[in-house]
């Protein structure tokens, strides 16, 4: 676990990208993971053609679920709403690049799990649960 | 050294010695360092051999079998309620046995609360409770109309008790923790109870923190109630125990219905067992009981005021070596002084998550919790998101801090601070 704290994830930690919130955000979701109590918020603007044309996500939380929603924040701007929907855990672990021990699992899928909730609008399933 | 911690020192070896699973390495070939007791406690031999013996010699159920084994049985099970009782200066016929800390406290607000709260009385708790001291309480308020007061905590993490008659107006309950879980606050109980019953209220003491670590005697105290756990006390997970004033005792409905707590049944009506019997419905966790009672007798041994003294000279030493870190951003929070805390210590560490902190120092052995301790309104109101938390008990010692320490260096290394 320790060589998971990589320049890259510290960087995506302190200096998160697409943090904060949309003026009139088309849809919205958030959730609060169980275990430690992490929350994270993401408000999408979609636009005509049903992509994602921009993003923001707010919360606090440790480095695993901030980093990696921060990067998930950049593979899902300019994707389609099903195409967000779709993501898999594997899009997060391939973001990550490095190995998420079973006990952090929920602090990493956090973000993608409110991403795809406010995709189809509703509460997502857990992705490492699918 | 000192002779006294010398002495310290060799105690603490030879009981480090008793506890097997400290002998174990972690995958990464680590140590073991255990700071996590608040939690659940780790179990010595004479616990663990306990429950083997019992499973593999006189494995009977108890209070029915007039054989050989099931006589072993229900007297081995009656004799560690003698000895948990005894433990907290209590009688046994005035010692529940419950699963844990939560289901006590749960019995009381479902049969003393049903039977005495009526709408419009007031129940007072502190503003430290641990999630199981305020749940059931806010349903118990929810379901008769009763409403919930909290002694202020202020921001070193001790109760305030200006107030406190002010407060106590009106009150029927009061319950409260002994010791918080999440920043080791010893409550002045033996204040707040005298007042409270100079206010005609009942009061139970949430004891899962207080038992373990502090030398009980429920008489001297006056608690109407008083909740605990084994697990936290070098016991089995499962057993618990509620101490009740037997005459408080006597007069509550039953809480769970069924076998064992009866004395005669007939298809349209019941009478009831007597104390402690009437509350303890079906088939309880013999095993565990039993081993509960011999870790009472371990810590008895031990000698409770030494356990205190010697978590009180561990948290004074952890104090000093954490405040090494504050330069580089360690935060401790709660009262910094280890006579008013009782082995917890919360921090934080610049802007390392506590998470982060906690899988940090798992790779180097170390076990400390982190997040909201179970006391998610404590936490709000205090403004932290989460918190780390080292925890002490009769088994660590020095080395352990130290071991803290250096795993908490790597951590500032890895997060470049
Ligand atoms: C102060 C306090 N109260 C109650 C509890 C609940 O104990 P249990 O989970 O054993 O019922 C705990 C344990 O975490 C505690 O620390």
New binding site residues.
């Given amino acids: 676990m320790d060589d998971f704290y990589r320049d890259y994830i510290l960087d995506h930690y302190r200096n998160p990208r697409n943090f904060g919130h949309l003026e009139h955000p088309d849809a919205v979701a958030e959730d609060t993971n169980p275990l430690c109590g992490d929350h994270i918020k993401i408000e999408l603007r979609v636009d005509d053609q049903g992509k994602i044309a921009d993003i923001r996500f707010s919360g606090k939380g440790c480095a695993i679920s901030q980093a990696s929603t921060s990067m998930l924040t950049e593979t899902a701007k300019g994707m389609t709403l099903e195409a967000a929907a779709r993501l898999t855990k594997d899009a997060v672990l391939e973001n990550v690049g490095i190995g998420i021990s079973p006990t952090r699992m929920k602090c990493a899928m956090l973000g993608l799990r409110v991403l795809k909730s406010a995709a189809i609008g509703t509460i997502a399933a857990w992705p490492d649960e699918e | 050294m000192s002779v006294s911690a010398a002495l310290d020192a060799s105690k603490t070896a030879s009981i480090i010695a008793d506890f097997p699973i400290l002998a174990r390495k972690t995958s990464r070939g680590k140590r073991l360092v255990y700071l996590d007791s608040?939690?659940?406690s780790q179990k010595p031999n004479p616990v663990i051999d306990t429950l083997v013996q019992y499973y593999r010699e006189y494995n009977a159920n108890v209070h029915r079998g007039v054989y050989e084994i099931a006589s072993r049985a229900t007297d081995a099970f009656e004799l560690s309620r003698a000895k948990v009782a005894d433990f907290i200066g209590a009688r046994s016929d005035e010692l529940i046995w419950t699963?844990?800390?939560?289901?006590?406290?749960n019995l009381v607000s479902a049969s003393w609360g049903a039977a005495n709260i009526r709408s419009g009385d007031a129940i007072l708790l502190s503003e430290l409770?641990?999630?199981?001291?305020l749940v059931p309480w806010q349903l118990l308020a929810e379901r008769t109309g009763a409403h919930l007061r909290f002694i202020p905590v202020d921001e070193r993490g001790l109760l305030v008790l200006d107030d406190l008659d002010r407060l106590l107006d009106g009150v029927k309950l009061v319950a409260i923790?002994?010791?918080?879980?999440t920043l080791g606050t010893i409550v002045p109980l033996d204040r707040i109870i005298a007042r409270a019953h100079a206010a005609g209220a009942v009061v139970l003491v949430?004891g899962?923190?207080g038992a373990p670590h502090l030398a009980v005697d429920v008489k001297a105290l006056d608690a109407d109630f008083y909740?605990m756990?084994g697990?936290?006390m070098l016991a089995p997970?499962g057993i618990?125990a509620l101490y009740g004033k037997r005459e408080l005792l006597d007069a509550m409905p039953p809480f769970l219905a069924g076998g064992d707590m009866i004395r005669r049944v007939e298809y349209r009506h019941t009478t009831f067992n007597d104390v402690p019997w009437k509350f303890e419905a079906g088939t309880g966790n013999i095993a565990d009981a039993i081993g509960y009672g011999v870790a009472c007798d371990y810590l008895a041994n031990l000698d409770m005021t030494w356990v205190r003294e010697h978590e009180r000279r561990l948290s004074d030493y952890a104090f000093q070596r954490l405040a090494e870190l504050e330069p580089r951003g360690l935060a401790i929070y709660g009262p910094r002084n280890a006579s008013l805390v009782s082995g917890a210590i919360s921090f934080n560490f610049a802007d390392i998550h506590a998470h982060d902190l906690a899988s940090i120092l798992d790779t180097e052995g170390v076990c400390v919790r982190a997040g909201h301790?179970?006391t998610m309104p404590l936490m709000d109101k205090m403004g932290w998101a989460a918190t780390a938390r080292a925890s002490f008990y009769v088994y660590n010692d020095e080395r352990d801090v130290d071991a803290l320490i250096d795993a908490l260096e790597k951590a500032a290394v890895i997060f470049k601070l």
């Fill in positions: 608040a939690a659940t699963r844990n800390t939560t289901e006590a406290i409770e641990h999630h199981s001291n923790t002994h010791v918080s879980n949430d899962a923190q909740a756990s697990h936290k997970t618990g301790h179970c």
